[in-house]
């Protein structure tokens, strides 16, 4: 009996062995912590990529750090994992590192921002469509205002990340169709909380009145909310219109309740998209250059739009992020 259960024992510690060597390394280089829509992000590939699901992830936290990120790609290098996700913090200065990655025979993946280089550079991408995010709010905006003129103010996401771009692309796009638009300023708020804050207390000092301020994720929101009601400013239904990104739990519920005109969500449930796509690589399949995550916008109870789902509480209560 006792040499059955050393034996038992013995082929228990095998199988934990040879399990574990079968573990795919991933490692993810993760931009930060700017905001709600990443730390969801991040929970997420720690939900999916897990030691049951045949992974050992490294996830490292770039704190917005482009040196860093790059520097932490080439110690994934070193160590050779399997694959490599980067989510890059600024689209460019990336073709030495992914020419290294590619040398390296390990197959990279870009997931939710992209980068400025070729796309030969890097196996395949996994994102949201950025620019199409900016245009559905343009176009929620151009609906909303029918023809009355706008003095508009814009919260920037970070400065080269093409979060920022495309959004400010989009959005760009349809205020060109119009005259009656005037984007007084646009200026830089990290995607935090505080950043957006900062720039809002900035505007109001220099702009004596606005009518629309536009903030690339809902934390900048929140800041510039706090800015507005320091001042004693009226947003909202019936005050300056606030446009968002990200669509969050907290910004929903903010458009929810009237205070967000429009929240163009960007969905940052994308690791089942990546561990789809890493096992697609697996199977020896060929998979798209591009996998697109869908977003969709929302609008404030009492508006009607053909690009944006009225807030209702259901909708909210099936935003777990
Ligand atoms: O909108 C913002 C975040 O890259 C889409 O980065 C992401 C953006 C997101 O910090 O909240």
């Given at each position: ?106 197959p990279c993946i870009i997931a939710d921002r992209s980068v400025d280089a070729s796309d030969e550079l890097y196996t395949t991408a996994v994102g949201t ?28 996401g970070s400065t080269g990340s093409s979060a920022a771009i495309g959004r400010a692309e989009g959005f760009n796009q349809v205020a060109a169709e119009h ?134 509480e259901e909708v909210l209560a099936g935003r777990k992020y």
């Open positions: 009996m006792k040499k059955l259960c050393v034996l038992l024992a013995l082929i228990m510690a095998l199988s934990v062995v040879s399990a574990s060597a079968e573990l795919l390394k991933i490692g993810y280089v993760q931009v930060g912590h700017e905001s709600d829509w990443r730390m969801a992000n991040t929970q997420n590939y720690f939900d999916v990529f897990t030691e049951d699901a045949g992974f050992e992830l490294e996830l490292i936290d770039c704190d917005n750090d482009h040196a860093l990120q790059l520097a932490k790609v080439r110690e994934f290098v070193n160590k050779e994992f399997d694959y490599i996700v980067i989510d890059p913090i600024q689209t460019a200065g990336w073709d030495d590192v992914l020419k290294e990655v590619q040398d390296a025979g390990i469509d950025m620019t199409a995010e900016g245009v559905t709010a343009g176009k929620c905006l151009e609906e909303y205002l029918a023809g009355k003129p706008a003095k508009i103010l814009v919260i920037e005259p009656e638009w005037e984007i007084l300023a646009s200026q830089d708020g990290d995607f935090t909380q505080n950043g957006g804050q900062a720039v809002m207390e900035d505007f109001i000092k220099r702009f004596p009145e606005f009518d629309v301020v536009v903030c690339h994720n809902d934390n900048e929101a929140y800041g510039a909310m706090d800015a507005m009601d320091a001042a004693g400013i009226k947003y909202g239904v019936d005050g300056v219109i606030i446009i968002s990104f990200d669509a969050t739990n907290e910004g929903l519920t903010r458009t929810l309740a009237g205070k967000i005109l429009f929240n163009v969500e960007c969905n940052p449930i994308q690791a089942v998209t990546v561990m789809n796509v890493i096992k697609a690589l697996q199977a020896g399949e060929e998979v798209e250059k591009f996998t697109l995550v869908v977003d969709e916008g929302f609008c404030a109870p009492g508006i009607e739009s053909q690009y944006a789902t009225t807030m209702t």
